[in-house]
Each structure stands twice: as C-alpha cells, then as structure tokens.
C-alpha cells in the first residue's frame, strides 16, 4: 500500500515567476513581462487594459528570484531534498525572441540544457511545462494572439525544437499550463485582449480551439520523436460544491465544473462533449474547426492527466453570489465549514481527494498532481530561522488526503509536486510575499533584498516525506 515505487515527488515553478533575466542572451519581451504589481495587473490579465511596453509600473517578473542566475544552487537544495522530479517551464521568447523566427536561440537552449543536465547529476527528472503563460509580444502583436491560427504553427516549431534538442534529458511534457484559465485570465492564458463589443465567448474559444489542436499535434510529434515520451494535458482543477442541497445550487456546480472539464475533455477523449458544443452555441460562438481538426484531436490524447489543486470551490444559483475576484481568479461562494487563507483561498485537503475521484472517474487515466500548496507570509526569526509550522500543516492533510484517495480508491497517481517549492512571484498578484517555497529568498514586494536563499523549517519535513515515500508525515 502507499504510494508506487518510483512515485515522482517534487517541487514546481514556472519560467515567468522565478527565472528574471528577461534582458539576457537575446530573450525577446512576452505578455508576461508586461504585468506590474499593483492595481492594474488584475485588468490586464482578464484582458481589459493593457500596457504595450515597459513604463514606471514595477514588474516583478523582470528579474523574478533569478533563477537564471542561481539554478546551480537551486537545484542543488531540490537534490538535498531528495526530489525526483523538478517541474518548470520554458520561456518561449528565450527560444524564439519573436516567436515568428525560422531559426531558435541557441543561448536560449542551452539554458535549459544545462538546467536539465544539472537536474540529471541529482537523479531528478524534468517535467517541462511547454506553455505556462506566456507568450511572445511579437505575436499578440501580430496575431492578437491565441486568436490567429497560425499560432499553431509556431508553437508546434518550438515544441519541436524542444523535443529533438532535450530527446533523452526530458521525458515528461505538459503542453499548456492550466487550459481552463483562458476563461478566467485570457491575456495570461493565450495573449488575449479584448476588442470593444466583441462577443467575449466567441474570442476565448476560438484561442482555445487553436491551443487545443495545438497540443494536440505537439503530443503526435512527442510521440513520433520518442515513443517513450509521456504527454499530459494541465487543469486548474478544484471541484465545485453546491452551496445547498438545493436541485438549482447542485446543477451550477455541475455546469460550473463543465466550464473547466470542457478543455481536458477534449484533450483526454479526443473530442468536444455535447454539452461543450450547446454551451458555446448558447453564447452565439462557434469553434473554428478547419479541415481534419475533428481527427488531429481525436487521433492525439494525452497520456495523464496534471492538474492543479489549492482549493475546492462552491457554486450557487443566485447569480449575486460568488463572484471572480482579484484574489481569486475562480469564482466560489464562500464554504463556512473551512479555514481560509491570508489570500482568502480556502483550504479543504478532502476536497483534493474528492477532485482526484472525479478526474480519475472520469478519464481512467494516470493523475499528477502538478501543483498543491499554501501562500503564506514568512517571517524570518531572531536566530535566522523560518519557522513555518502552517505549511508542513497544510501539506501534511493534502498528502494524506492524495493517499487516502490512492489506498482507499485505488486512484493511479503518478507524482506530486508542491507548488513554488522556492519562493517566486505570485501569478494573480504579483506580489513576492505570498510565499509558497520550502526555500525561502530574500526579496520583498517592491523588489528589494538579496536573493538569498534560506532552509525553512518544511525543507526538512519534506525531506522526510520523500525519504519515506510519504509514509512520515
Ligand atoms: C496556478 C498557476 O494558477 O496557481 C501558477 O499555474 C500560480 O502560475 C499558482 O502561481 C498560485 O497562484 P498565485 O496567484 O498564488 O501565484
């Protein structure tokens, strides 16, 4: 019992939140270099307003924790943990700085080469997020973005590039980060900026049919590079709850779910669902299938399912309640019966094994779970310590909930991998200080510090955990 031999334990980042250096060895500007922290990152990520090029807003994500210069001695504390698996994702402009070039960056590419090769002397395998977020500026400039179907094209060539140059250092492949979220944060999600009037809907399936086929025929050529490449499509998952028993308040939540279920659907069984085709239909939209579309995505399907998961959310039937907010990107209704946290995420470790059950139920394919955590603020102690006692709490019912789900319901878990398992920039704020790593770095909201790297408390515990394949707790 307990989880499998080899089960990948870890940590997870993405390019944008940790690596800085966005000026180094030709990288060219992305959507996500363009949200400050502040009042107006909220807007400019739904899509509402936007900033064309760097002004006197403060952006975080510019020099980030430098990553770009300390991945040595990150990665070194990821092997003294113990990892197995280390996720993280590719700035797409480090390859392609315009995103539309014939031929890719090769300082770009040994970045990441040696980044995967550093990984290898700790025995950690890379899992490689082709696309969290970002996307060349270049393009939104060109194509509005995920709107133009030549997207496809150029993110089918960097994936290509990617999977021929790191063939043998990486074998687990994410194609987008979080599909669902071109609902909720569309600029972040596929570069996607409103026009005034438009039908909202119709814009954010149209980008997301184009990511779709887009993974999908990333997943074909994994496939034809090396049969031994596993592909795995990425939700932010979170199951719905009604608010009552109430018939009305149990059917949001189903539809509510649906919202999200739509996207992975397609990527797992290979085609859009009914009630996908009726919910687009009802909003005037249409998806803009071109010929063989209906056979690349039923031809492609992933290999697992990852998915993200901070909370569990509630639905109402009174469109008054629940709203998205700044702080919480995925509408809900408030759930008296959980803690919540600083950042008003609520925190529900049963929920994990309840959203497990639904996922695996519905696809009967191996899980990851790619991102799990708590953002939380840290304080450093007199004697230099970070005494973090409401991090190891929070993970420690989150793992036991994910075994409880792979003992008691025979779900078939690949991995998981803790979220910013080094401090990073929050993506819905901006901010520094909503700190999720076991390694702590010194820099503050408004960009001050040292990038010093210090051992938290839950460095240790987790430690243990991996040494113990998640029997110590
Ligand atoms: C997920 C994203 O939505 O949540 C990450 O994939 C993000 O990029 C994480 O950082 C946590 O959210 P936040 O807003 O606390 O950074």
Redesign the pocket.
Known sequence: MGFKEGFLWGGAT?AN?VEGGIFEDGRGLANVDLMPHGSDRYAIGTGEKWIDRIDDHYFPSHQAVDFYHHYKEDIALMGEMGFKTFRLSIAWTRIFPLGDELEPNEKGLLFYENIFKECKKYGIEPLVTIN??DCPMHLIHKFGGWRNREMIDCFVKLAKVLFERYNGLVKYWLTF??IN?ILHFPFVAAGLRFKEGENRTQAMITCAHHELVASALVTKLAHEINPENMIGCML?AGSYYPETCNPEDYWKSICDDRESYMFIDVQSRGYYPNYALKWIKKRNAEIPFAENDVNILKENTVDFISF?Y?SSRVSSANPDKGKQTESNIFASVVNPYLDTSD?GWQIDPLGLRITMNEIYDRYQKPLFIV?NGL?AKDKIEEDGSIQDDYRIEYLKKHIQAMKDAVDEDGVDLMGYTT??CIDLI????GEME?RYGFIYVDRDNDGHGTFKRIKKKSFDWYKKVIATNGEDL
């Open positions: 993405a939140q969290h977020f980060n979080e979220m932010a993200s901070y950042w991102e953002g979220w910013g929050s993506n819905g704020t909503k």
